[in-house]
Nanobody, 125 residues
């Protein structure tokens, strides 16, 4: 069982930036890691994923060029730097780990791995 704890959410104006962090309870260098989000009344959607080594990253089209995922395997932490935020980015953001390769998480846009409790991101217009 892997426990994930997210932090860094909050309220920001459109055009602003936030950095989310997610720390795992165990070593995660053998797991792909990623971020998903769920807005009110909508289904959960894939945001970004990163390979075990941190070399390869994947993004949803609607965040590409604005969000950057990274990881620190020494600290068992994955980050999501979010720039140029838009009101439509408002959602609860969930950290995820998956034993499958990151490309499979990206391809399926879903995961059967472990999830954090979520952190709220609100972007005001």
């Amino acid at each position: 069982q892997v426990q994930l704890v997210e932090s860094g959410g909050g309220l920001v104006q459109a055009g602003g930036s936030l950095r989310l962090s997610c720390t795992a309870s165990t070593r995660t260098f053998s797991y792909a890691m990623g971020w998903f989000r769920q807005a009110p009344g909508k289904e959960r959607e894939f945001v970004a994923a990163i390979s075990r080594s941190g070399i390869t990253t994947y993004y949803a089209d609607n965040v590409k060029g604005r969000f950057t995922i990274s990881r620190d395997n020494v600290k068992n932490t994955v980050y999501l730097q979010m720039n140029s935020l838009k009101p439509e980015d408002t959602a609860v953001y969930y950290c995820n780990t998956d034993q499958r390769p990151a490309r499979d998480v990206y391809s399926s846009k879903d995961s059967n791995g472990f999830w954090g409790q979520g952190t709220q991101v609100t972007v005001s217009s």
